[in-house]
């Protein structure tokens, strides 16, 4: 493997991202309150956080040539290929507990993950 921790070698078949049911209700409602059907949840995955890696989410109405969407239901996700390395095969989610309400990602290529959620190390 590469010293590149954004260079894993992933099959096209993998390079999946899921979405719950839970966050596509809560984006089609988020994107209907903004009031622009276009918009799109973008997640990015850079160094930092507590772990190593930490998750950005974002709105976005526009894709790049190296981006990925993922659809369910009438809700895209996207994120941009080098960030598809360190998401393959995971779900995005959304979670409305006590503590607050917030998207997760359920990620099989995270070793751990801090206790915030959006930070993670491989």
């Known amino acids: 493997m590469s010293s590149d921790p954004f260079a894993?070698?992933?099959?096209?078949?993998?390079?999946?991202l899921g979405i719950s049911d839970a966050a596509v209700k809560r984006l089609a409602w988020m994107?209907?309150?903004?009031?622009?059907?276009?918009?799109?949840l973008r997640i990015t995955v850079s160094g930092g956080g507590c772990s190593g890696y930490q998750y950005g989410f974002s709105f976005d109405d526009k894709v790049?040539?190296?981006?990925?969407?993922?659809?369910?239901d009438g809700v895209t996700v996207v994120t941009d290929d080098?960030?598809?390395?360190?998401?393959?095969?995971?779900?995005?989610?959304?979670?409305?507990?006590?503590?607050?309400?917030?998207?997760?990602i359920n990620n099989?290529?995270?070793?751990?993950?801090?206790?915030?959620?959006?930070s993670f190390a491989v």
Do not use: H
Not at 82 to 104: C, I, R
């Open 8 to 16: 894993f070698d992933i099959s096209v078949g993998e390079r999946v």
């Open 31 to 40: 994107i209907e309150q903004e009031g622009e059907r276009e918009l799109m």
């Open 64 to 72: 790049t040539p190296d981006d990925l969407t993922f659809e369910k």
């Open 82 to 104: 080098a960030s598809m390395n360190l998401l393959a095969g995971s779900e995005v989610d959304y979670k409305d507990e006590l503590v607050g309400s917030f998207f997760t």
């Open 108 to 118: 099989p290529n995270a070793s751990s993950s801090c206790g915030c959620g959006t």
